[in-house]
């Protein structure tokens, strides 16, 4: 059987060379050219948090990210670490995703199987990835007219439930 049909990092681009000392731009997360290109082309933003934290997982090992929004729910939140917990899963992570001025855009919470705290390492991936998601909300925040579609969510990124358009274009 092959390895990389149940592997999620493979579509993330792991085994693609990423650092590089003659190149000028270093990816410090699997996949994240990919997902400036998803920024960039506007894809929606839960398929893009859901792409960051699968990234953020990709690298750090034994972690499941999350990322929130301000406008979710705080018990929908609360059940997430409750869950967390049940699964025998520890406190990781929890950092604000903010804008350049400070802004409140997101949470980033993390959960791991080993209660330990992020390694420096770990850290630069972290905050490189609350880059990525700021300038995504930013980006999905200052998106065009109000005619253009947009859906319905419930809960946090990762997981997303979608009723479906609100508007069909």
Known sequence: M????FDPCASLG???ERCNADSETQYL??????????ITVRAPLP?????ICSALDCEISNVVSFISL?????????????NAALFGLYDFCSE???????EALGTLQMYSGILRDPAAGERQLIERAKWLAAMAIKRHNEAGPPSMCRTTRKGPARGRMFEGPICMN
Do not use: C, F, H, Y
Not at 2 to 5: A, G, Q, R
Not at 29 to 38: A, F, T
Not at 47 to 51: H, M, T
């Open 70 to 82: 301000p406008e979710d729910d705080e018990s929908e939140r609360a059940a997430v670490a409750m």
């Open 14 to 16: 792991k085994g693609k």
């Open 96 to 102: 604000e995703v903010a804008a350049g001025d400070g």
């Open 29 to 38: 997360l699997i996949g994240e050219e990919k997902l400036l290109q998803s």
């Open 2 to 5: 092959d390895e990389k049909e």
């Open 47 to 51: 398929q893009i948090l859901n792409e």
